[in-house]
């Protein structure tokens, strides 16, 4: 296969994506190794090197005796064509061995976009599709990641999902297929002993029926698997594993920076974010070992940038400290700290003036709707004043470049919504001509809206979405609203987001579209090169499968859902509760300031929830 690789690489694009041999790249003694897994990242190498869960996680397998853990990422089109032609299976970067030597097949879930990805990596590595036809214990196939908390559009193909933060329970997976593997274990010993771990969903134990209407009437447990499952954590992030000494990519990647990762959690209960209810409770690092894990890392890396990594990180309660440690460090080696992901209610002036002593980019913020009502609806818990007094405090600080991002067709949303997005815009620029300290360089508001897409385990979980034409229309309504020259607008199409929302609150009877749509030719459909809209819609009405039935319809009150085996710890009468306050344009206060019995609490054994 190496002579054959040799040959191809010069004729596809970015050949650096399918080499190895990176700087830290983990390579053992095959004759030591008693499991081998292939992790699996979903999407193109550039994205998969960029994530951070992802070189955890790699770190974590590696670090164990015994077991190595190599990376696979899906190729571009032509070299996936290269490979084909030249018979070429998918193979792991440190040993370019076949995945399908491989004991175990991990998958990385991020995006319900890269599902038809799964699907064609195990084609390509000529693993059978279908979980029920693979014998045994080779290729054991699991996978996990925030896409995990709904599994069933993946049910038919994945062996097990592992749900939550991995770091604990990646160790326990692999142990007990050691032990599978050195006892002689038939596969459905394996699954029945796996199944028994917290937090571990496996399909193929669970039976789903549906009605007349095609809801689903019961899902009934097998084999003695738990009726729910929960998610995983990790109480202790001062003692979890961080990967400071990681790879270093041959090529240019995403996010080409070290990562230093503040918090897990969010206190402020946005009512549309998956994220912010799946990774409660909150956690955090303290700013010792993070000043240590930087210094480490930057030095092992040689990294020119550093940026802190979180869902809000203007909510860590040592920022200001941090920050200042870290910037004793990274100023004299000149080295950027970036801070993203702040919020426009917590912007202080000493922030701003810490800010300026590295590069200066742009402010980016989410006020996500354009009035307060429609705020208060999705709890975005931040006022128009706030916005604009954040805004006041940066451009008289020097900045002249703010990025806003907004989302059209959220729940109770309504055309005077809409208009407030422009209103809001023009009273930023209003803002700056009052307070720019440098008019000369003018000012560039780049204006973002995004198409709602109602995910599981949030408020708006029962929630229908916009019809495209409806988006389009809002869309367009709001274009010709954005007149003044330093705006700059732009927006996603309907057509991905439609999709999203389909895979998003999907049920098993979707196996069957993946797998259709990917015999088809989709695949990498995160990227406009190779969605194919068309495609997507043929295939669900040769199914008789009605995407609207997942979208537009909503989900009823009391509906069981796909996901309803599944828990993140947070209680669905919380869900509830906070759907109707969001109707009644009632606000629920973030978690500092009064908690709000989510029941994310539960989970913490022995450490208490930073919030």
């Not at 004991?103 to 990385?108: G, K, N, Q, T, V």
Request: glycine share 6%; proline share 5%.
């Amino acid at each position: 296969m190496t002579e054959k690789l040799q040959r191809i690489l010069p004729k596809v694009q970015k050949p650096a994506r399918y080499v190895g041999g990176e700087y830290n790249a983990v390579v053992k003694n095959k004759d030591e190794v008693e499991v081998r897994v292939a992790f699996c990242f979903p999407d193109l190498y550039e994205l998969g090197m960029s994530n951070l869960g992802f070189r955890i996680l790699y770190g974590v397998m590696n670090g164990m005796p015994g077991v190595w853990c190599e990376r696979v990422f899906a190729p571009w089109g032509d070299m996936e064509q290269a490979m084909r032609d030249n018979e070429i299976p998918l193979f792991a970067l440190e040993s370019r061995d076949p995945v399908k030597d491989f004991d175990m097949i991990a998958f990385s879930l991020g995006y319900e976009m890269s599902y038809t990805n799964v699907l064609n990596m195990l084609l390509l590595a000529g693993v059978p599709l279908h979980a029920g036809e693979r014998e045994g214990l080779r290729n054991i196939v699991f996978a996990g990641g925030t896409c995990a908390y709904n599994p069933e559009p993946l049910a038919d193909f994945i062996d097990f999902f592992s749900l939550g933060e991995g770091e604990e329970l990646t160790v326990e997976i692999v142990e007990l297929y050691r032990k599978a593997k050195r006892e002689n274990w038939s596969k459905h010993e394996f699954l029945l002993a796996v199944s028994r771990l917290e937090g571990i969903y496996v399909p193929s134990f669970y039976e789903h029926t549906y009605n007349p209407d095609g809801t689903i009437a019961a899902i009934t447990p097998l084999y003695g698997a738990p009726e729910t499952v929960t998610k995983r954590i990790i109480e202790d992030l001062d003692s979890a594993y961080y990967p400071a000494k990681t790879i270093i990519p041959n090529t240019e990647i995403v996010h080409d920076r070290t990562n230093l990762e503040v918090m897990r959690g969010c206190i402020r209960g946005c009512r549309f974010c998956q994220a912010g209810f799946c990774y409660r409770p909150v956690r955090k690092r303290s700013a010792k070992v993070l000043c240590e894990q930087a210094r480490e890392a930057l030095e092992d890396s040689g990294n020119h940038e550093i940026t802190m990594s979180s869902l809000s990180t203007s909510d860590y309660r040592e920022l200001e400290p941090l920050m200042d440690e870290l910037l004793d460090y990274t100023i004299p080696k000149k080295i950027n700290l970036s801070v993203p992901s702040l919020r426009a209610d917590n912007f202080s002036r000493e922030l701003m003036l810490k800010l300026q002593k590295v590069r200066k980019s742009g402010l980016t913020f989410a006020p996500e709707a354009g009035t307060q009502r429609l705020r208060d609806a999705i709890n975005k818990n931040v006022t128009e004043e706030e916005i604009l007094t954040t805004c006041a405090t940066a451009f008289s600080g020097g900045w002249n470049n703010v990025k806003l991002y907004f989302m059209l067709g959220l729940p109770t949303e309504t055309d005077e919504d809409v208009a407030g997005i422009a209103e809001l815009v023009y009273k930023v620029i209003k803002t700056w001509r009052a307070n720019a300290v440098n008019k000369k360089r003018g000012l560039r508001v780049h204006v973002s809206t995004a198409y709602f897409v109602p995910k599981p385990f949030t408020p708006f979980q029962w929630e229908k979405q916009d019809t495209p034409e409806e988006y389009t229309r809002k869309q367009k309504l709001l274009k010709s609203m954005m007149l003044s020259k330093s705006v700059e607008y732009n927006w996603h199409a309907p057509d991905l987001s439609r999709l999203e929302a389909v895979l998003a609150r999907g049920d098993r009877r979707l196996c069957a579209v993946l797998e259709e749509a990917v015999r088809r030719g989709c695949r990498l459909d995160g990227w406009d090169e190779y969605f194919s809209y068309q495609t997507w819609l043929d295939v669900f009405a040769d199914l008789g499968i009605d995407p609207d039935f997942y979208t537009t319809r909503g989900y009823g009150d009391d509906e069981i859902f796909p996901w309803q085996t599944i828990s993140v710890g947070v209680r669905r009468e919380f869900f509830r509760r906070e759907r109707e306050r969001a109707y009644q344009g009632l606000t629920t206060p973030d978690c500092r300031t009064q908690c709000s019995a989510c029941g994310a609490d539960r989970l913490l054994k022995e450490v208490d929830c930073d919030a």
